[in-house]
């Protein structure tokens, strides 16, 4: 069974916009932080964004502050990633993962299969 599923990845054009959705399991969802990485051909994989479980604080890369909003639905145990103003530079797999946090970034023990979000000129 796999942990963490993505979905809502896709092609659009820039300025466009995606809303990305992590479904996680119970173990996944409770750990202390949930979010996202990318990883673009050929570079390594970059932090994007995280939610801490216990206080719903909210962490960002710098390159997508103010256009990346992350929120978390218990309800329905899954995260999201509403992603604005898309550039090509965001062109990556993004990879939902969790675990803990420090150093402004995820230490992940879960990581889903990642879904592609591709932007063109």
């Known amino acids: 069974q796999v942990p963490l599923v993505e979905s809502g990845g896709g092609l659009v054009q820039t300025g466009g916009s995606l809303r990305l959705s992590c479904a996680a399991s119970?173990?996944?969802?409770?750990?202390?932080?949930i979010g996202w990485f990318r990883q673009a051909p050929g570079k390594e994989r970059e932090f994007v964004a995280a939610i801490i479980r216990t206080t719903l604080t909210s962490y960002y890369a710098d390159s997508v502050k103010g256009r990346f909003t992350i929120s978390r639905d218990n309800t329905k145990s899954t995260i999201y990633l509403q992603m604005n103003s898309l550039k090509p530079e965001d062109t990556a797999v993004y990879y939902c993962a969790a675990g803990s946090f420090q150093v402004k970034t995820i230490v992940p023990d879960y990581w889903g299969q990642g879904t592609q979000v591709t932007v063109s000129s």
């Open positions: 119970g173990r996944p969802f409770s750990r202390y932080a």
